[in-house]
């Protein structure tokens, strides 16, 4: 008896041993595993945005030359690029009134410094040229050359706004360059200041019909998205004056796209306007 008893407890301790065993495994936790492809990642992500910052695709390229195209001035080309025409006109040696000619090549970088035997040629001809045709590009110039002369620009402007509207945030590229005046189709826009105008066309990407006035040596002013242009080029205009009717942008708003350029750089229209619109 005694020793069935014996066996009995015996079994049931062991029991009782299994059981308790078996418990407290599974009541510990899996030890953790470190993962080392997140660790990398993390290390690895500050670098990531240095390299994506620092990629070339990012910046705005200018090519070393452009072309001249039917339409194109000197102050139209430098605006597309975000250049001072004093400057392209000196790596181009090209002096006022900087007239320029259809198929000619025009520097859009500083040329590199060296010293070099300079020929005298006519601009933006490879090939021999006409008598006839050096002699009217001649006339040309100078005749632009004395009407330059004669304009008086003014040192100090009085800006005015080019027109009356709410402003609004356009999805269009050029926006952030200057401001969005919303409007009606024709309404009117005016010079927002004294001036020359020295571009009146549609050949700049993004500014449908565009006019661009010369109101110094130092700043430049410009309206786009036109539906008719009521000036052209080498017209003196007065501030106030009307040049234009407002037309519309890409997306089908009513709209006048103004910008102010100083020495070829955008600047904040809202720093030399008036507070008020009237």
């Not at 005015?160 to 590229?173: D, E």
Request: glycine share 8%.
């Amino acid at each position: 008896m005694k020793s069935k008893r014996q066996r009995f407890f015996i079994l049931l301790f062991m029991c009782l041993f299994i059981s308790l065993l078996n418990s407290s495994c599974s009541s510990q936790s899996p030890a953790p595993v470190s993962s080392r492809s997140s660790e990398q990642e993390k290390k690895s992500t500050p670098t990531a945005k240095k390299i994506a910052a620092k990629s070339p695709s990012a910046a705005v390229k200018i090519p070393s030359h452009h072309k001249v195209l039917g339409g194109d001035t000197l102050y139209s080309i430098s605006w597309n690029f975000n250049l001072d025409y004093k400057e392209v006109a000196r790596w181009n040696n090209i002096r006022a009134p900087y007239v320029i000619y259809p198929g000619q090549s025009i520097r859009l970088t500083a040329p590199p410094v060296k010293k070099a035997v300079v020929k005298k040629t006519v601009p933006g001809n490879t090939k021999p040229v006409e008598k006839k045709s050096v002699k009217k590009q001649a006339e040309v110039a100078k005749k632009a050359s004395k009407k330059d002369k004669s304009v008086k620009y003014a040192r100090n402007i009085n800006w005015q706004w080019p027109t009356k509207g709410k402003l609004i945030k356009s999805n269009s590229p050029i926006s952030k360059k200057g401001l969005d005046i919303a409007g009606k189709k024709g309404q009117l826009i005016k010079a927002s200041g004294a001036g020359v105008v020295v571009y009146s066309g549609s050949g700049l990407l993004g500014y449908g019909r565009l006019i661009i006035i010369k109101h110094n040596e130092t700043y430049l002013s410009a309206y786009a998205h036109n539906s008719v242009l009521m000036v052209k080029e080498g017209d003196s205009v007065s501030g106030g004056q009307k040049i234009a009717k407002m037309g519309q942008d890409s997306n089908g708003q009513a709209l006048l796209h103004f910008e102010i350029r100083k020495n070829g750089n955008p600047v904040a229209p809202a720093k030399y306007l008036p507070k008020s619109q009237t």
